[in-house]
């Protein structure tokens, strides 16, 4: 019995260890240099549908959050 648990705990650590260590692609890193304003816009299909912005000293956001996300960078 403690020979079957050794191997799941093995098991589950290895999977652990797999899983942290896969790179995060669900917002890219903004581009070097600068103060940059972040703008996240929500698509619907082709219809742009809201955004949030923030950086530079300003924020604001107009329409829904909802929808495919698109994150982009502009400088101040």
């Known amino acids: 019995m403690s020979i079957k648990r050794g ?25 070097p240099g600068g103060d940059l304003l972040t703008v996240i816009s929500y698509w619907s299909g082709d219809t742009l549908v809201g955004q949030r912005w923030f950086g530079c000293n300003q924020s604001g956001e107009w329409g829904t959050q909802d929808g495919q996300m698109k994150v982009s960078w502009v400088n101040c």
């Open 7 to 31: 191997i799941v705990t093995a098991a589950l650590a290895a999977g652990l260890l797999a899983l942290g260590s896969t790179p995060a692609h669900a917002i890219p890193p903004p581009p």
